[in-house]
């Protein structure tokens, strides 16, 4: 049975949908919802930002905080009440070090599909919070439901 599901929130294609089908499970199982946004300062220098600009921190910061937000509101318009959780670090680290604080049964994500040179050179969000979760990962990939663990 699953009592606390934990969303991760980003600006992905799959975010509505991500929201959508936690929102089935938690109103299923009369779960406990929280969302979390993990505002990663390494993703800057994945990016090649020359200088850290402490305004082009603050505007990405607030950025990951609003996705969050609009999270919140969108699973309250759809009447599914949710507790918020903004961090920062290493998204797959943060997000399984949350999940094994409150105890989630269930870590929900997007998965957003990339070339195969570029799955290469990148590492698999998806794939690194199943090896790192401390509970089931479910995966939502352009419209269909992927189970893993």
Same mark, same amino acid.
Request: proline fraction near 3%; charge should be negative; glycine fraction near 4%.
């Given at each position: ?13 799959? &975010?509505? *949908? $991500?929201?959508?089908?936690? /929102? ?6 009369? +779960? #406990? !919802? ?26 990405l910061?607030?950025?990951s ?22 961090? &920062?670090? *290493? $998204?797959?680290?943060q997000? /399984? ?6 105890? +989630? #049964? !269930? ?43």
């Amino acid at each position: 049975m699953l009592e606390i599901i934990l969303v991760a929130v980003d600006a992905s294609d799959q &975010k509505q *949908a $991500v929201l959508r089908h936690a /929102a089935e499970m938690t109103r299923h199982f009369g +779960a #406990d !919802l929280h969302l979390v946004s993990v505002f990663d300062l390494n993703q800057l220098w994945e990016a090649r930002v020359p200088e850290p600009v402490p305004e082009i921190f603050e505007s990405l910061e607030a950025e990951s905080k609003k996705l969050l937000q609009e999270a919140q509101q969108q699973l309250s318009e759809w009447g599914v009440l949710s507790k918020c959780h903004f961090l &920062k670090g *290493a $998204v797959i680290e943060q997000i /399984a070090l949350l999940a094994e604080r409150i105890n +989630a #049964d !269930l870590v929900v994500t997007g998965h957003r599909y990339v070339s195969g040179l570029r799955r290469l050179l990148e590492s698999s969000a998806a794939k690194g919070l199943i090896d790192k979760s401390p509970c089931s990962v479910m995966i939502v990939k352009e419209g269909k439901v992927v189970l893993d663990r």
